[in-house]
């Protein structure tokens, strides 16, 4: 089964750019990806931080869940140097967050693999990610895309 998903990245620290095509040169070891043509620069939510670059890009992975998928992208933004340390919205080098897969929707919680107890003993995954539908700098890269925002 090939999993057909839509992952938002972000950076705020560093290179921005470097670090979101470190991302997507990442993204591209699970899988097919097709990145957007829009890069936006936005605000830090938080107000911690520096601005941002965001866009999203679709990834044709043959993982076979979506929470394996959440699973490698976190050891993503490990490998590329994100610090979990500082908190939940402190400043990052990149972040990347399942936005959806196509054909499913729900909340999942699991045991965090060994690799990732760094991260508290359970992870969460909820499709549709629910904080999306209301960020233009996750819907605006996804028209671009052609991957029409859910309603």
Do not use: K
Not at 61 to 68: F, G, M, N, Q, V
Not at 145 to 150: C, D, E, K, M, T
């Amino acid at each position: 089964m090939t999993l057909v998903a839509i992952v938002a990245l972000g950076s705020n620290l560093g290179d921005r750019r470097a670090n979101l095509e470190a991302g997507l040169r990442a993204l591209g070891t699970l899988g097919a990806v097709t990145p957007s043509p829009l890069v936006m620069e936005t605000a830090d939510e938080s107000g911690l931080g520096p601005d941002y670059l965001n866009t999203v890009a679709r990834l044709e992975s043959e993982l076979e869940t979506p929470c394996a998928l959440l699973e490698a992208l976190l050891r993503i933004e490990l490998d590329l140097g994100r610090d979990r340390s500082a908190g939940r919205n402190a400043p990052r080098t990149l972040d990347l967050d399942l936005i959806e897969v196509r054909g499913l929707e729900g909340r999942w919680t699991w045991p965090s693999p060994e690799d990732l107890r760094i991260l508290g003993g359970e992870l969460t995954l909820e499709l549709p990610h629910p904080r999306a539908q209301g960020r233009r700098f996750v819907q605006e890269p996804m028209r671009r895309l052609g991957a029409a925002p859910r309603s």
